[in-house]
């Protein structure tokens, strides 16, 4: 196989991963989420780019200003390669080398310009941008630069600053730099410019204006560079002072709008509670209620509340919003958020917090939240008992609860007098379905919530299943070695379970019941077979399967699965120490496995024979080699062994 057929491989396989991730424009964080399939989180606008043809000369170019960014090569260089990227991503980490390698193949014909777009699901990539800022300012930009890249795993802001000793930066400047947030801004700037010309993952890559995907093979930049050159090179022979300037000067400036995604119009009216507990904003008496299920850490709902200021401001008097948490899985401070909000409410200020928690999404840790607390003017220690409260995390759960039950699974959702609207819809649609609905509000006689209770009593009371995808042929068998995995159950066993699973997916820790009854239920009978998965957006995943791997070296592979599983929430490198000692294992060892990498290789060769047998996502299972995909009951599995323990007798 090729290097580039590896590649494009095994990016398509990360990407796979990520089907679940939002997609692009109307829907909204995790909008094909669903309880049962492996997990493979919703697309987010912003995703790893996905490698494409090359454009050639006569495609579209585009006229994205260098600005003030950090550039290296000469500024008379007839190339420019115009990079969008972020140090948390694993593909921009690749395309390094092949950027390093061009400009020593093409030395003083390339210049490589560096702008930022940290992605929403890399929780460290945008304080590496402020970093890489902050080391600017000292002279140090592409010092910064190599270190992050070369330390991908490692970001946290002990991290940032260690690096920032070993540059020789002063750190009391580098430190004022990051807590101030001091190019913040710059980097806000560089992500929308990323958007305006369609660079929604990264790396995006354009070379004089022609955009390319993804992390390409260099042959794929040198087929741009080589088509670009003569007439780059006789711009500048021409005496043109920048040639970038002249060769996009007639260049788009934006990228064209994608084409909106069209869904099923759903006419349903459901029989949906408003909530005991939920923020109301409006008049009480409105002939029109919008029940929104929304996520603090959603860059779609945050998109959307424009749109609800708009619909407020258009029907005024005749429109009231209800606000229902529905903190998504992969969004971790999400239901923190939820529980500030909730907190906030108790003390009469749910919408100015709302209004916080949305304006800076990008911090919502323990910390950030207390500080929009006192902005706000909250009382703290009525705030943290509110927080700590079991009542405010049942809230949470009955929001999530309903939003389910009515196939509101991703974020925003909305329910307007009844009817679902999903996803950070245009204000044209949610105008079009109040209009349709105002007149028939308007001559029930009734208002507020006895109207509201009129229009939808005779409602859905929970939406239909999702159709299910189009299965693969149940009868495959795939061939699937158990090789050096860790089992459980009688080696002799007619039933080979192989699990292919990761630790921080919460569907892995879902399904781990079934297991269990699965092995009571067929003892002696079944074994299962445990390889490891890790998911690469899954930042804590990797080095978790290498815990429990130095564990399973000192003869407790499953004991420390089970802490793993039991503490998914706990998994950084300090929480896995305590586990080993808590378990009883030499910690010098364990430590030294984990500095070493010494199981990395094993946990590689786990996910290449995911890659072969089709497993994208996690859990994914193969009972004597047919395959089983996600969290499902126990019954589905049950069907599965039955059938080839009747092929044995």
């Known amino acids: 196989m090729t290097n580039r057929s590896v590649l494009i491989k095994g990016f398509i396989f990360a990407l796979a991963a990520l089907a679940l991730l939002l997609i692009v424009g109307l829907a909204g964080c995790g909008q094909k989420e669903e309880a049962k399939p492996a997990e493979q989180p919703a697309k987010e606008e912003a995703k790893p780019a ?4 090359p454009a050639k000369p006569g495609e579209e170019r585009y006229k994205i200003p260098v600005g003030d960014s950090y550039a290296k090569g000469p500024n008379s260089a007839p190339i420019t390669i115009i990079i969008f990227s972020e140090f948390q991503c694993p593909f921009c980490s690749r395309v390094k080398p092949t950027v390093e390698q061009l400009v020593k193949d093409y030395p003083d014909k390339v210049r490589v310009v560096f702008k930022h777009n940290p992605l929403p699901f890399h929780k460290d990539a945008f304080p590496a941008s402020e970093a890489a800022f902050a080391a600017g300012e000292q002279g140090k930009f592409w010092e910064m630069h190599d270190k992050l890249f070369d330390n991908q795993k490692a970001l946290t802001r002990p991290d940032l600053e260690k690096y920032a000793q070993e540059l020789g930066l002063d750190m009391d400047k580098f430190k004022k730099a990051l807590d101030e947030g001091v190019f913040k801004a710059r980097i806000e700037a560089d992500q929308k410019l990323a958007n305006q010309f369609a660079a929604r993952g990264t790396p995006h890559i354009f070379i004089n204006g ?13 087929e741009i560079i080589d088509a670009e050159l003569p007439k780059a090179e006789e711009i500048a022979k021409s005496g043109a002072a920048d040639v970038y300037a002249e060769i996009t000067k007639s260049a788009l400036d934006k990228a064209a709008e994608p ?3 069209k869904r099923p119009e759903d006419n349903s009216v459901y029989k949906i509670s408003v909530g005991a507990k939920s923020a109301m904003k409006g008049d009480k008496d409105a002939l029109i209620t919008i029940i929104e299920f929304s996520d603090f850490q959603c860059p779609f709902c945050e998109r959307v509340e424009k749109t609800i200021d708009q619909v407020m401001e258009e029907y005024k008097g005749k429109v009231r919003i209800y606000f229902r948490h529905n ?22 200020k749910f919408w100015e917090m709302h209004a916080k928690l949305f304006a800076d999404r990008k911090d919502l840790s323990e910390a950030g939240l207390e500080a929009k607390a006192k902005e706000i003017g909250l009382n703290l220690d009525k705030y943290k008992k509110v927080i700590k409260d079991q009542a405010t995390e049942d809230q949470i759960k009955a929001d999530m609860e309903e939003a389910k039950n009515f196939g509101a699974r991703g974020t925003p959702a909305f329910f307007i007098n009844g009817r679902k609207l999903t996803g950070a819809q245009p204000f044209e649609n949610f105008k079009k379905l109040i209009d349709e609905l105002l007149p028939a509000a308007e001559k029930a006689g009734k208002k507020g919530d006895a109207l509201y209770e009129e229009l939808t009593k005779n409602g859905l009371t929970k939406a239909e299943a999702p159709q299910a ?4 042929d149940p009868n495959k068998v795939y061939d699937v070695q158990i090789g050096n995995s860790y089992v459980k159950g009688d080696k002799s066993a007619p039933i080979t379970i192989v699990e292919f699973s990761e630790f921080q997916c919460p569907f892995c820790k879902r399904v781990g019941p079934t297991l269990e009854q699965i092995m009571n239920d067929y003892k002696g009978k079944v074994k299962i077979a445990f390889k490891h998965a890790p998911l690469p957006f899954h930042q804590d995943a990797q080095l978790a399967s290498e815990a429990a791997l130095a564990a399973g070296e000192q003869g407790k592979f499953w004991e420390m699965h089970d802490k793993l599983f039991a503490n998914q929430q706990a998994l950084k490198r300090e929480n896995l120490e305590a586990y080993a000692k808590e378990i009883g294992l030499n910690m010098d060892k364990f430590k030294k496995a984990l500095d070493s990498g010494a199981f990395k290789a094993q946990i590689d060769e786990d996910k290449k024979a995911a890659e072969a047998a089709g497993a994208r996502g996690t859990p994914t299972f ?9 969290a499902q009951p126990v019954e589905n599995f049950k069907k599965l062994i039955d059938e080839e323990l009747a092929k044995k007798k």
């Open 622 to 630: 193969f009972v004597n080699g047919r395959k089983i995909v996600g």
């Open 469 to 472: 995808p189009q299965a693969e």
């Open 327 to 348: 903190p998504l899985p992969f969004h971790k401070d999400a239901t923190p958020a939820a529980k500030a909000a909730i907190a906030a409410q108790a003390q009469g």
């Open 210 to 222: 022609l955009r390319l995907r993804g992390a390409q093979p260099i042959e794929k930049f040198k």
């Open 50 to 53: 996905q490698p494409t043809p």
């Open 259 to 261: 084409e909106p995604q």
